[in-house]
T-cell receptor
């Protein structure tokens, strides 16, 4: 069974550009989470989907970030326009309904220059 | 609000030595506790978790952690480490029954365990 897959693994963009990160969760997992780790800091929660619905967006830093999960399958996280402070590693995780165990992807390392 | 403190950012040890990675948490409600591990160039993997019951939990590769409610700690231990245990270890908490199935995690900053020959 495939694990959680994230694309791309690395992205380097200039300040002001747009970047879209993609996450393919484990098939059948209704819960999908996005997290971010800024260098030297802890991994922080961004948002949570149940199927295609956003359940908790309390960690989204500002309105330059837009997450979608059309059809309740894969999810995208768009940053527009990107700022220097958006640099970090973005993790996606998924879990089945009612499960406390989250399965993480390898992360996307975003560098904004 | 919850918070997690991992007191050591880096822990270097020699192979076959014992190790303890410390984790303390703060929460006004009961919590579930987790240790995740990230090996080089890989994603985070669940190492072990405490939900309820016995306060001592074990992983399949020899790690154990003990939930201490009075000290609000969940330290990770291994009596004898291997080179292959070199990785970054993250302590995390979530709140039970936080509404629906939202088990969002609050992480500590991580501890880099380096096992030297």
């Amino acid at each position: 069974e495939a694990g959680v897959t994230q694309f791309p693994s690395h992205s380097v963009i200039e300040k002001g550009q747009t970047v879209t990160l993609r996450c393919d969760p484990i098939s059948g997992h209704d819960n999908l989470y996005w997290y971010r780790r800024v260098m030297g800091k802890e991994i922080k929660f961004l948002l949570h989907f149940v199927k295609e619905s956003k359940q908790d967006e309390s960690g989204m830093p500002n309105n330059r970030f837009l997450a979608e999960r059309t059809g309740g399958t894969y999810s995208t996280l768009k940053v527009q326009p990107a700022e220097l402070e958006d640099s970090g590693v973005y993790f996606c995780a998924s879990s089945p309904t009612g499960s406390t165990e989250a399965f993480f992807g390898q992360g996307t390392r975003l560098t904004v220059v | 609000a919850q918070s997690v403190t991992q007191l050591d950012s880096q822990v270097p040890v020699f192979e076959e030595a014992p190790v303890e990675l410390r984790c303390n948490y703060s929460s006004s409600v009961s919590v579930y506790l987790f240790w995740y591990v990230q090996y080089p160039n890989q994603g985070l993997q669940l190492l072990l978790k405490y939900l309820s019951g016995s306060t001592l939990v074990e992983s399949i590769n020899g790690f154990e952690a003990e939930f201490n409610k009075s000290q609000t700690s969940f330290h990770l231990r291994k009596p004898s480490v291997h080179i292959s245990d070199t990785a970054e270890y993250f302590c995390a908490v979530t709140q039970p029954y936080s509404g629906g199935s939202n088990y969002k995690l609050t992480f500590g900053k991580g501890t880099l365990l380096t096992v030297n020959p």
